[in-house]
């Protein structure tokens, strides 16, 4: 089908979606991510249901998005192909984190940007749920860095 390969002409953030459970931070790539609404600035990102952090953003009602630099597709497939169920993630990829100043999900210090996010709603939409969250504060940590962005399923870069 066609309308399959024009869909993959359409780009996408790469972004980690970061939630807290008792204490443990756990990380999801998603590129199914984008702005919704400027007042209140709201943020979406699609995530199927059967996944560790679709479970624990629904028990917690916060999530952090970490928009990754150009030159961290490593990280993005690392935590887009191991479960946060078996693995803790941050550890294994010795990620540096900090402190949210409005959510309880720690913010990665080495990307783009930060956004801490408040779940707003839910919205089921095919294999996945579209979860809408108000972003309640951001951060940009790499102002120098240029996005990392898929396109045509590659990775490639926003310029600056």
Known sequence: MEGKEALRLLPWPVTLIGTCHEGRHNLMTASWVMQVSFRPPLV??????????????????????????????????FCGTHSGREVDKVKALGLKTKAATQIQVPLLEDCVANLECCLVSLHPAGDHVICVGEVVEGSVELKEASPLILLNWQPGVICR
């Open 44 to 77: 979406m990102v699609a995530l199927a249901p059967e996944r560790y952090t679709y479970e624990i953003l629904t028990r917690n009602g916060e999530f952090a998005i970490s928009i990754l630099a150009a030159d961290q597709m490593e990280i993005a497939n």
